[in-house]
């Protein structure tokens, strides 16, 4: 059974381009959160997604930020006219709900590089 | 603001010596506190994790204490081996929203053979 799967692992963007990050949820996982860490700190919770739904989006900055989960393919999680305080490690983690006691299990990161 | 509060930063153990890592929180709706682990390069795993209807819990060389007066909780790491060198993260969700976890800065263990 494949893990939280993210691409590309590493991405470097130039600031005001786009960047967009992949994660496909473990199998049988319908419900997909995206973290971010910058360097030196813990994780902070961004988004949280169901197949075409968001649910909670309280953690992404307002603008610039998107994210989407379709009902086919990967989530996404999309950050346009990037600039470099957005140079951060990107993990995305999966459950197979959202109780409680459901693990959440982590993806290895994209980590994106603002030159 | 930082929910978690997580101490040291880092630490350095001798190989078969004790790592104590300390978390405290603020939100009494927080009832699931787990531990990740994590490696260079890779994402978190998770290590162990308490509810508050316990005081301890130990999986192995690992166990979590539970202080719900205090609210605060704490891993240690017993007999500690080079394979433990690894950032811990302290972690606590609850509430309506206790899909949502709140992460500690993290600490840094290096072990020492």
């Known amino acids: 059974n494949a893990g939280v799967m993210q691409n590309p692992r590493h991405l470097v963007r130039r600031r005001g381009q786009e960047a967009r990050l992949r994660c496909s949820p473990m199998k049988g996982h319908s419900h997909v959160y995206w973290y971010r860490q910058l360097p030196e700190e813990g994780l902070k919770f961004m988004v949280y997604l169901q197949k075409e739904n968001i649910i909670d989006e309280s953690g992404m900055p307002k603008e610039r930020f998107s994210a989407e989960f379709p009902k086919e393919g990967p989530s996404i999680l999309r950050i346009q006219q990037v600039v470099r305080g957005d140079s951060a490690a990107y993990f995305c983690a999966s459950s197979p709900t959202s109780g409680p006691t459901d693990t959440q299990y982590f993806g290895p990161g994209t980590r994106l590089t603002v030159l | ?113």
């Open chain 2, 1 to 113: 603001q930082q929910q978690v509060k997580q101490s040291p930063q880092s630490l350095i153990v001798q190989k078969g010596g004790i790592s104590i890592i300390n978390c405290a929180y603020e939100n009494t709706a927080f009832d699931y506190f787990p531990w990740y682990q994590q490696f260079p390069g890779k994402g978190p795993a998770l290590l162990i994790a308490i509810r508050p209807d316990v005081s301890e819990k130990k999986e192995g060389r690992f166990t979590i204490s539970f202080n719900k007066s205090a609210k605060q909780f704490s891993l240690h790491i017993m007999d500690s081996q080079p394979g433990d060198s690894a950032t811990y993260f302290c972690a606590a969700s609850g509430g309506s929203n206790d899909y949502k976890l709140s992460f500690g800065a993290g600490t840094t263990v290096t072990v020492r053979a």
